[in-house]
């Protein structure tokens, strides 16, 4: 079966500017994970959508915001984009509270 | 908080054994994970260990202690394609599908 699917893998942004990342989940999971991995701070978790609602979110400041579709599809919004926003974003999907928590390769985001 | 320690690198020698610690301080969560991610790829799942005890999966072993706040990853018959970060996590919890991963461990194996 597919896996899950982020697009895009690279990005370059210039301070100031808006992203949106998409990632689309293993067929059948319907909830999606969102994390940061930057080398000096490991993997941090942004927050999680499940059936289309936000059910948990991390310590990330409000220009970080997410959404999920019907088709259990999520996108990532990160808005003024700061130089410290650099970083591997992955999305993880799941059934629920299960341990088939499985991730997407990642966008790199780099912000210049 | 949620402390989950983990050494930052270690190295060992093709074929040998290497055990990667991970000690946290928390609770409420319902097991305790182990991913493997090679550099530029994604975290993918070796292990979660629910219970107290050692979990065996060809190589790769787990083990957790809950009253210990303690777990290990025991990579036996070291290959050079096990060079790779190894990261501990816990959860989820009551609250929803996150995890807590700690800052993962670079292990290096040499012929």
């Known amino acids: 079966k597919a896996g899950v699917t982020q697009t895009p893998r690279y990005l370059i942004k210039t301070r100031g500017q808006q992203v949106t990342l998409s990632c689309s989940p293993i067929?059948?999971?319907?909830?999606v994970s969102w994390y940061q991995q930057t080398p000096g701070q490991g993997l941090q978790f942004l927050f999680e959508?499940?059936?289309?609602?936000?059910?948990n979110k991390g310590n990330f400041p409000g220009r970080f915001s997410g959404r999920q579709f019907s088709n259990s599809r999520s996108e990532m919004n990160v808005s003024t984009l700061e130089l410290g926003d650099s970083a591997l974003y992955l999305c993880?999907?799941?059934?629920?509270?299960?341990?088939?928590?499985?991730f997407g390769s990642g966008t790199r985001l780099t912000v210049v | 908080g949620q402390n989950i320690d983990q050494p930052t690198e270690m190295t060992a020698t093709e074929g040998a054994i290497v055990q990667i610690n991970c000690t946290y301080q928390t609770s409420g969560f319902n097991g305790l994970f182990w991913y493997q991610q090679h550099a530029g790829e994604a975290p993918t799942f070796l292990s979660y260990?629910?219970?107290?005890g050692l979990e065996e999966k060809g190589r790769f072993s787990s083990f957790l202690s809950r009253s210990k706040g303690y777990s290990y990853l025991l990579l036996k018959e070291l290959q050079m394609k096990d060079s790779a970060s190894y990261l501990c996590a816990v959860g989820p919890g009551a609250a929803g599908n996150k995890l807590t991963f700690g800052g993962g461990t670079r292990v290096l194996v040499k012929p």
């Open positions: 959508y499940f059936s289309e609602t936000q059910r």
């Open positions: 993880a999907s799941s059934h629920d509270r299960d341990y088939g928590y499985t």
């Open positions: 260990n629910v219970l107290d």
């Open positions: 067929s059948g999971h319907r909830s």
